[in-house]
């Protein structure tokens, strides 16, 4: 799996490496200074996963992930010497699935790759339709729609999801929606709960609600209301 990392300190480059190494020793690093650099990376290799410092010369690391999931399906994760509220509202609104701040806490890093340990043992098929759903969750999704962008038959494509993730693609996708849903619904206290519903693909409010209670045992509101105050 071809992983990026963008930061234009050196040092970190080789700290975030090994450490990554040590959990994912076959994944395969391609590492950049600045942003143009990363641009030309990707535009060569298969990127799955992007570590992106927001502090790069040149176009910053916001502003490369905003292009970045325009134009291609990858997950990216911010790292910031901030730990600044209003960087984690821009990186979730533009399609960031994480961030981590420095210095890098080895514990809080395997934490957010802990989602990436199956990958290893997914095929290649599994692996692209799993980018395209965390790409695209917030879109009307169909299993057909993803079988014809992995260029495999539905049927086939549906079993081997279910044989290799271990629940069916509808499941995945609502579970993926939800947890990207309890973190807009925290990250951006602002939003009604109907514009979080309809931001992470659910076309009715009632039944986000109603598997959303399922999930956690609260209504979107008390979720939200537990977590600010907490």
Request: a neutral charge; one cysteine or more.
């Given at each position: ?30 590492k ?13 290799h ?40 209003s ?6 609104r ?5 961030y ?21 043992r997914?095929?290649e ?57 309890q ?15 309809e ?19 609260q ?12």
């Amino acid at each position: 799996m071809n992983i990026l990392l963008v930061d234009d300190e050196p040092l970190e480059l080789e700290q975030l490496e090994y450490l990554i190494l040590k959990k994912f020793p076959t994944w395969k690093f391609f590492k950049a200074q600045d942003a143009s650099k990363a641009l030309q990376i990707v535009k060569q290799h298969d990127i799955f996963l992007a570590f992106l410092d927001i502090q790069i010369p040149g176009k910053s690391g916001l502003e490369l992930a905003k292009e970045l999931t325009r134009s291609y399906s990858m997950d990216i994760i911010m790292v910031t010497a901030f730990q600044n509220f209003s960087y984690a509202q821009t990186s979730i609104r533009i399609g960031v699935v994480d961030y981590i701040t420095k210095p890098i806490i080895e514990d809080e890093l395997m934490a957010v790759l802990s989602k990436y340990e199956r990958l290893g043992r997914y095929s290649e098929q599994i692996v692209n339709a799993l980018k395209i759903i965390h790409q695209e969750y917030s879109d009307k999704l169909s299993l057909n729609y993803l079988a014809s962008k992995i260029h495999i038959n539905p049927a086939y494509f549906s079993r081997k999801f279910q044989e290799e993730v271990g629940i069916g693609f509808s499941e995945y996708l609502n579970e993926y929606r939800l947890k990207q849903a309890q973190k807009m619904l925290i990250e951006f206290p602002d939003l009604s709960i109907s514009t979080v519903s309809e931001r992470c693909g659910f076309n009715s409010q009632h039944y986000f609600s109603q598997i959303f209670r399922k999930m956690t045992g609260q209504s979107p509101r008390d979720y939200r209301l537990r977590e600010t105050f907490h």
